[in-house]
T-cell receptor, first 110, second 113 residues
Framework: QKEVEQNSGPLSVPEGAIASLNCTYSDRGSQSFFWYRQYSGKSPELIMSIYSNGDKEDGRFTAQLNKASQYVSLLIRDSQPSDSATYLCAVIGGADGLTFGKGTHLIIQP | DAGVIQSPRHEVTEMGQEVTLRCKPISGHNSLFWYRQTMMRGLELLIYFNNNVPIDDSGMPEDRFSAKMPNASFSTLKIQPSEPRDSAVYFC???????????FGPGTRLTVT
């Protein structure tokens, strides 16, 4: 049973601070890792993908992958109220479909 | 560019009725995925197609569910007969294939009474 674990939150962060979201996965053969943002009542929106160990930066977002520890994280710098959403970690392992975590509810406090 | 298109956006039906959900993937994408989202279970993969061929349907909950992809630009997910526990948001996603980024449609919110 492939599992992706996330802290459900809510995670409350002051505006302008760094939000740190974490995810662990059980399938050691996983090869592709993604972060999706989902606003209430909307569909998941892809914000980051990462395929190799290390950091990947895109604007205010940084994804970090550590395959040895089976750990993925997402950092959001200079957090804005519009970043308030549920963040879903997703992993592709042996097959091509995504296995999702339950998501972390992030609240940015103005 | 148009994203993934799904219809209908909302569907309310009575138990026992047939429900058909439709999806048009992003042009040029050769992989298509159907997911279901509920509060209890989160987002779950139901089935996916590669080059119009079903590859993995192990997530389809039971025989009441079926999916087809007759061509590269259209797929359907059918539930017959529908039950109240099928109430959920059903998402379609597409990708360029392999283990690459998947892009989601707006979803169909299904309510079975």
């Amino acid at each position: 049973q492939k599992e992706v674990e996330q802290n459900s939150g809510p995670l409350s962060v002051p505006e302008g601070a760094i939000a740190s979201l974490n995810c662990t996965y059980s399938d050691r053969g996983s090869q592709s890792f993604f972060w999706y943002r989902q606003y209430s009542g909307k569909s998941p929106e892809l914000i980051m993908s990462i395929y190799s160990n290390g950091d990947k930066e895109d604007g205010r977002f940084t994804a970090q992958l550590n395959k040895a520890s089976q750990y993925v994280s997402l950092l959001i710098r200079d957090s804005q109220p519009s970043d308030s959403a549920t963040y879903l970690c997703a992993v592709i392992g042996g097959a091509d479909g995504l296995t999702f975590g339950k998501g972390t509810h992030l609240i940015i406090q103005p | 560019d148009a994203g993934v298109i799904q219809s209908p956006r909302h569907e309310v039906t009575e138990m026992g009725q047939e429900v058909t959900l439709r999806c048009k993937p992003i042009s040029g994408h050769n992989s298509l995925f159907w997911y279901r989202q509920t509060m209890m279970r989160g987002l779950e993969l139901l089935i996916y197609f590669n080059n119009n061929v079903p590859i993995d349907d192990s997530g389809m909950p039971e025989d009441r569910f079926s999916a087809k992809m007759p061509n590269a630009s259209f797929s359907t997910l059918k539930i017959q007969p529908s039950e109240p526990r099928d109430s959920a948001v059903y998402f379609c996603a597409s990708s360029l294939g392999g283990r690459t980024e998947q892009y989601f449609g707006p979803g169909t919110r299904l309510t079975v009474t």
